[in-house]
């Protein structure tokens, strides 16, 4: 029974791989410590990437096609069995090919082997948003919760109460606003502008817009809970469980899904372009999601404010010896 624990706990820190024959290899046993990083080199033509890919990895794959259903078996290739007696140890794999570095700087190993695909989708399904300020985490709002924190306000200040219903997309949105029309809504809010659902819209659809419907506008009092509870469950039908509220030319996001109940601060569902550099909606909005900025040092313009242009004041010139062009500009 000892023997058999230790067996186990040995394939647990090894993937051992007995009598692998694929292509070139000659019938070879290999032990590699799991949880490492492990390289594997040799001349050319000694059976590395037989080893690695025809062999690890190709076994890898096939079990995890295997432990999935039939039906979605049916959209993933199945790797042939590789020729060896048996591999222990092995965990579902993954293979990033050999390229040569991208040039883009918005293509990383994550973008172009889709892993960061898979971390983006598992962030925004899994993932417990927190609060930025008091750092609780998110609970849902009710419309009584809603309607509690926007009577807060002064009473007499006029507010707009406005369903979203597309954020930052590109296209006409024809269909959108004519269902705004057959529900009676009278004006829409199309990139900050109020304009008459009944005019005529011409939107660029090489464009990004913003629409939200103009549920209601009204002034806050405690006599008009009522009518704001109601605008606010309109809204929420509406805008798929979000609600804007104008008041005092701010907008404050409600959700019936995410919103801080101490801070009053609420926010969007987490998805998974939230996640992304590459998208606006979860780019570094200093970096554009590049990771660094391209700005002018004036040191190193004019390491030397003692000298003259002349003398080579300004570096990137050429210093004394700067090209007539130059000379001529000034």
């Not at 309607?147 to 219903?165: C, H, I, K, Q």
């Not at 002034?219 to 704001?228: M, T």
């Amino acid at each position: 029974m000892a023997k058999n624990n230790d067996k186990y706990k040995a394939n647990k820190e090894f993937l051992q791989v007995k009598g692998a024959r694929e292509h070139n290899l000659k019938n070879i046993d290999v032990k590699i410590p799991r949880n490492t990083l492990t390289v594997i080199t040799g001349l050319s033509g000694s059976g590395k990437s037989s080893l690695a890919f025809d062999t690890i990895y190709a076994e890898g794959q096939r079990r995890y096609v295997e432990s999935l259903s039939a039906y979605a078996r049916q959209f993933l290739g199945l790797m042939e069995k590789p020729d060896v007696d048996f591999i222990e140890g092995l965990s579902p794999a993954i293979s990033i090919e050999q390229r040569g570095t991208p040039k883009n700087p918005r293509s990383t190993v994550g973008t172009v082997t889709e892993v960061y695909d898979y971390l983006r989708l598992l962030f925004a399904r899994i993932g417990v948003p927190h609060c930025i300020k008091c750092g609780q985490p998110i609970t849902q709002q009710t419309v009584e919760q809603i309607v509690d924190s926007v009577l807060t306000f002064e009473e007499g200040t006029r507010m707009m109460v406005l369903a979203p219903l597309v954020r930052g997309k590109k296209g006409e949105h024809k269909d959108i606003i004519e269902e705004a029309r057959r529900e009676g809504f009278v004006r829409l809010r199309i990139d900050d502008k109020v304009i008459e659902a009944d005019s005529d819209i011409e939107l660029d659809k090489k464009k990004k817009h913003t629409i939200e419907a103009v549920v209601d506008r009204l002034v806050v009092k405690s006599k008009s809970k009522r009518r704001l509870a109601d605008s606010v469950e309109t809204a929420l039908k509406m805008g798929q469980g979000t609600v804007l509220i104008n008041i005092k030319n701010k907008d404050l996001l409600f959700s019936e899904q995410f919103a801080c109940l101490n801070c009053h601060i609420s926010y969007e569902e987490p998805s998974p372009r939230m996640f992304s550099f590459n998208s606006p909606f979860g780019a570094c909005q200093v970096c554009d999601g590049l990771g660094q900025r391209m700005e002018i040092d004036p040191d190193l313009v004019v390491p030397d404010t003692a000298l003259s242009i002349n003398d080579g004041a300004i570096r990137p010139w050429g210093g004394a010896e700067m090209s007539n062009w130059y000379r001529y500009m000034l």
